[in-house]
C-alpha cells in the first residue's frame, strides 16, 4: 500500500518520500535579501523531507513586500541560495524555490525608489503592510501597462533560470494567497479592460504567460505551481472560485508540470473556516500529480495518501517545528510545538533550535 514513506517521481524530481515541506515565510535573510548561513541551516536540517519547497522569493525587486525575504534576482542571493541547495543536497535532500511576486501586498518603502507597488488594478487592499519602520496601511497600487506584462513573464524565467544557476531542483511559481498572479486570476483584484482582465479566459492568461515562459526555459518537469482557489488572505475573492479554478486548471494540464501544491481554504486556518469549494472535482480534473496543503496530521496525510487523494502531502508548522518530522513520523514519536512569536523574525531562535529526538 502507498503511504507517506513511498517515493514517488514528481516530474523530474524523485523524492524519497511523500513529506513535503511547505513554503513557509521566516524573514531571516541578510544583507540585500540574499541567504545566509544560518538560513542553510534551517533548510538542511528538513532535508529529510522527501522535498522542500522554500519559502517565497521574489523575482524582481518590486517583487519585494516583507522585511527580509529573500530574492532569487541579484548576483549576491543566487550565490546565498547555493548554499542553500548544497546543505539540502549533501544531506540527500531536493529542495524547489517559489517564485513571487508579491504585486500590490507592498509598500513604497519596501519598493525601488519609493514607487508605488504594481497590480492588475488600481485597487487598494485592506490591511497594512510589514515595513521596515512598522506597520503602515497599504496604498492603492498602479495597475501594469499591458506591455510590462509581457515582459513580467520573461522576469519569471530570468528568475527560473537563476534558480537553476543556484542548484534547485525544480520551481514552484506561487500562483496563490492573494499576490500577484492570484491577483490577476480572480475577479475582486482585477478589472482590467485588455486581454488580461474581465472574463476568466483573460484573467488566466498572465498566469499561463508566465508557466509557458518559464517551462520553457527550464523544462516543465522541473515546474510546479501552488493554487489557493478561496483563500482570503490578503484581501482577495472571486465571484466563481469553482469556475475560475476548473478553467484554470484545465489549462494547466498541458504544461505537463511536475506538480500542483494546492491550498484547501486559506492558509493556517481550521477546517471548518474553509470557504466551500468542491476539491474533488478539480482533482478530476487534473491530470498530474497533486500535493495536498493546510493543516494535515500524520493520520489525515495518511489517509489521502492510501486513498489516492493525493500524491504527497505538505506539512508548514509540522516541519517547522520539527526539522526531523519524517523519523518522528516513522517512530510515532511527540511533535515540538511551534514557536509563534518567531515565526516572521529574529534570527535562530524559533528557527535552528528546535530539537531532534535522541539517536
Ligand atoms: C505569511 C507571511 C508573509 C508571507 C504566503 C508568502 O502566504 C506568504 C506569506 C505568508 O504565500
Known amino acids: ?136 496601511d497599504y496604498v492603492t497600487p498602479r495597475a501594469l501597462e499591458t506591455i510590462e506584462i509581457k515582459a513580467l513573464a520573461g522576469t519569471y524565467a530570468k528568475a527560473a533560470e537563476n534558480a537553476m544557476e543556484a542548484g534547485f531542483d525544480g520551481i514552484e511559481v506561487h500562483a496563490g494567497n492573494g499576490y500577484l498572479l492570484d491577483q490577476f486570476l480572480r475577479s475582486s483584484t482585477n478589472r482590467r479592460t485588455d486581454e488580461y482582465g474581465g472574463s476568466r479566459e483573460n484573467r488566466a492568461r498572465f498566469l499561463l504567460e508566465v508557466l509557458d515562459s518559464v517551462c520553457s526555459k527550464i523544462g516543465n518537469g522541473k515546474v510546479g505551481i501552488r493554487l489557493s482557489p478561496v483563500t482570503v488572505f490578503n484581501d482577495i475573492s472571486d465571484e466563481d472560485p469553482q469556475g475560475t479554478f476548473e478553467y484554470v486548471v484545465n489549462e494547466i494540464n498541458r504544461f505537463d508540470l511536475a506538480f500542483l501544491d494546492l491550498l484547501q481554504g486559506t492558509g493556517g486556518a481550521p477546517q471548518d473556516q474553509w470557504l466551500p469549494f468542491d476539491y474533488d472535482r478539480l482533482r478530476a480534473i487534473y491530470k498530474g500529480n497533486l500535493i495536498l496543503n493546510n493543516g494535515y496530521d500524520y493520520d489525515s496525510a495518511a489517509r489521502e495518501v492510501a486513498s489516492g487523494k493525493a500524491d504527497a502531502i505538505a506539512f508548514g508548522r509540522l516541519l517547522l517545528a520539527n526539522p526531523d518530522l519524517v523519523e518522528r513520523f516513522r517512530r510515532g514519536a511527540s511533535l515540538n510545538a511551534p514557536d509563534y512569536e518567531r515565526l516572521y523574525s529574529g534570527e535562530e531562535k524559533g528557527y535552528t533550535d528546535y530539537p531532534f529526538l535522541a539517536a
Not at 514513506?5 to 514528481?10: A, C, N
Not at 531571516?28 to 532535508?47: F, H, I, K, M, W
Not at 519547497?53 to 548576483?75: D, F, K, Q
Open 1 to 136: 500500500m502507498t503511504d507517506l514513506f513511498s517515493p514517488i517521481k514528481l516530474g523530474d524530481i524523485a523524492l524519497s518520500n511523500r513529506i513535503v515541506m511547505s513554503s513557509l515565510t521566516r524573514n531571516r535573510a541578510g544583507a540585500g535579501n540574499a541567504p545566509t548561513d544560518l538560513v542553510a541551516e534551517y533548510y538542511g536540517q528538513r532535508s529529510s523531507a522527501g522535498l522542500i519547497l522554500t519559502e517565497a522569493s521574489p523575482i524582481c525587486p518590486e517583487g519585494h513586500g516583507y522585511p527580509r525575504t529573500p530574492g532569487i534576482h541579484s548576483r549576491e542571493q543566487i550565490e546565498g541560495w547555493k548554499k542553500v541547495t548544497k546543505a539540502v543536497h549533501d544531506a540527500g535532500g531536493k529542495i524547489a524555490i517559489q517564485l513571487w511576486h508579491v504585486g500590490r501586498i507592498s509598500h513604497p518603502d519596501l519598493q525601488p525608489n519609493g514607487a508605488l507597488p504594481v497590480a492588475p488594478s488600481a485597487i487598494r487592499p485592506e490591511g497594512q503592510a510589514i515595513t521596515y519602520s512598522g506597520m503602515k
